[in-house]
């Protein structure tokens, strides 16, 4: 198991405040709407992730960026490179400067740091729709139900999810590990400038992944990620449960 937590630190340390922020949105987005309007209960649902996604991505994606390079043993992300330091390699961007001295130096900035963005988006969404449906569906719409029931309905609706969108998981883990291919096109105006490349869209990832390598490329790695699902669905949805239950009871306590 040498390497099996390779990159873990990061994504630990972002969840906490990612994942407040996400239950948060899409708990109040998914009332109000229940509230004001007379939508299904599926639809607010679907609503309310969407409006959640954005703020848990601005919180969660540079760690992920780091974590994927880390695990793909990207030169500069090796055993003996720190977080801060992964960090640092990935905000790095080489730049030159044509001088007397011809001197290089080294500019620091944020795009790479948030590369695959809308791509994790893209992903989560319909994997957070599909676990999020399915586990309403499975409790009844309840709003309390025992934390192992909710375990048992989380594993399920988990790994429903996680092997349903294993396609835009590949295609997005590939973009943040800086994998894609480029496409080449000729520079307009000055000739010996050579070439720019341009990084393909989501579909044209997607849609090359499969032409390439198949339903079997498309699907790599399901099996671990089913695996990974049941465990952290049943640990994520019976921890919510009985955080829920906790809280209410403590301000139904405080309130008498």
């Not at 669905?233 to 949805?237: D, L, P, R, V």
């Given at each position: 198991f040498d390497g099996s937590y390779r990159g873990i630190s990061l994504p630990l340390l972002s969840n906490i405040p990612g994942g407040a922020i996400f239950f948060a949105v899409k708990d109040a987005s998914k009332s109000f709407l229940n509230q004001q309007t007379n939508s299904p209960r599926w639809l607010s649902t679907c609503l309310a992730v969407a409006i959640g996604q954005i703020p848990y991505w601005l919180v969660r994606n540079p760690s992920e960026v780091v974590k994927t390079r880390q695990q793909a043993k990207m030169p500069g992300y090796g055993e003996d490179t720190s977080a801060w330091d992964a960090i640092r390699n990935t905000m790095k961007t080489p730049s030159t400067e044509t001088s007397?001295?011809?001197s290089s130096r080294e500019e620091f900035g944020v795009g790479d740091l948030y590369l695959g963005y809308w791509e994790n988006i893209y992903y989560a969404y319909p994997a957070d729709v599909i676990k999020f449906v399915c586990y309403?569906?499975?409790s009844g719409g309840r709003k309390s139900i025992p934390p192992l029931e909710g375990a048992v309905y989380g594993a399920v609706s988990t790994a429903l999810a996680q092997f349903t969108t294993t396609p835009l998981?590949?295609?997005?883990?590939?973009?943040m590990a800086g994998s894609q291919t480029a496409i080449s096109l000729p520079d307009e105006g000055d000739s010996s400038i050579g070439s720019t490349t341009m990084t393909p869209s989501y579909l044209e990832s997607l849609t090359s992944l499969y032409k390439?390598?198949?339903l079997r490329g498309m699907f790599a790695g399901a099996s671990p990620r089913v695996g990974k699902a049941i465990l952290s669905?049943?640990?994520?949805?019976a921890t919510y449960e009985e955080t829920k239950t906790s809280i209410a009871k403590l301000f139904a306590g405080k309130s008498r």
């Open positions: 007397s001295s011809s309403e569906y499975l998981d590949v295609v997005r883990n590939r973009l390439e390598e198949g669905g049943a640990i994520q949805f």
